[in-house]
Each structure stands twice: as structure tokens, then as C-alpha cells.
Nanobody, 115 residues
Framework: QVQLVESGGGLVQPGGSLRLSCATS????????MGWYRQAPGKQRELVAT???????NYADSVKGRFTISRDNAKNTVYLQMNSLIPEDTAVYSCNAFNSVYTYWGQGTQVTVSS
């Protein structure tokens, strides 16, 4: 019912910036909370940031002060602005949408931070 497509990943040097986008389709986008997660090889998927339907945000300690999550309900899109990137940020980043009944996942976009 809800489809999510991430974009904006790529290769960036340490200290650089990148903005990820997650475009969604489906009904009632504005009612869903949204999140960004990441998974590096050999590691479990970890929460990066979430944003509620009302705009409240939370961040993992590892990205707080460097990353910003936002949403544009008119465009059915959630963003992740990533600044001051470090090699440890290298991972596949996925967005999700969730409510009390369902959770939907995108396929992910690769972010590589390397010189």
C-alpha cells in the first residue's frame, strides 16, 4: 500500500555533506511517522533518526548535531541532511514509514564516506 524510494546516496569525502530523499506513494502519508535507518556490512540495522506526523524528531547519539531529518507532506517526501560525514557513516540507508499496524521499507541507498 505504501512504496518508498530512496535517492541521493553516493561517494563523499570525509567532512562532506549529502542529502538523502525518500519519496513515497500511497494513502495517508501525513499520518505516518517516518524514520531513517542504516546498515553497514556485518552489522545490525540501526536507527538514525525519526520524525513524527507532527514534526517531532529524535536522533541517534552518533549523528546528533550532524544529521537533520525533515518531511514535506505536500511532496510526500522525507529527507535526511547529513553534514560533517565520517567514514563510520558508510552504510546502506533506508527509510521507513510506520503506524500502529504496518511498517514499510524502501530498498535503500548506498552512502560511502571515503577519501
Amino acid at each position: 500500500q505504501v512504496q518508498l524510494v530512496e535517492s541521493g546516496g553516493g561517494l563523499v569525502q570525509p567532512g562532506g555533506s549529502l542529502r538523502l530523499s525518500c519519496a513515497t506513494s500511497g494513502r495517508d502519508f501525513s499520518r505516518y511517522a517516518m524514520g531513517w535507518y542504516r546498515q553497514a556490512p556485518g552489522k545490525q540495522r540501526e536507527l538514525v533518526a525519526t520524525i513524527t506526523s507532527s514534526g517531532s524528531t529524535n536522533y541517534a547519539d552518533s549523528v546528533k548535531g550532524r544529521f537533520t531529518i525533515s518531511r514535506d507532506n505536500a511532496k510526500n517526501t522525507v529527507y535526511l541532511q547529513m553534514n560533517s560525514l565520517i567514514p563510520e557513516d558508510t552504510a546502506v540507508y533506508s527509510c521507513n514509514a510506520f503506524n500502529s499496524v504496518y511498517t514499510y521499507w524502501g530498498q535503500g541507498t548506498q552512502v560511502t564516506v571515503s577519501s
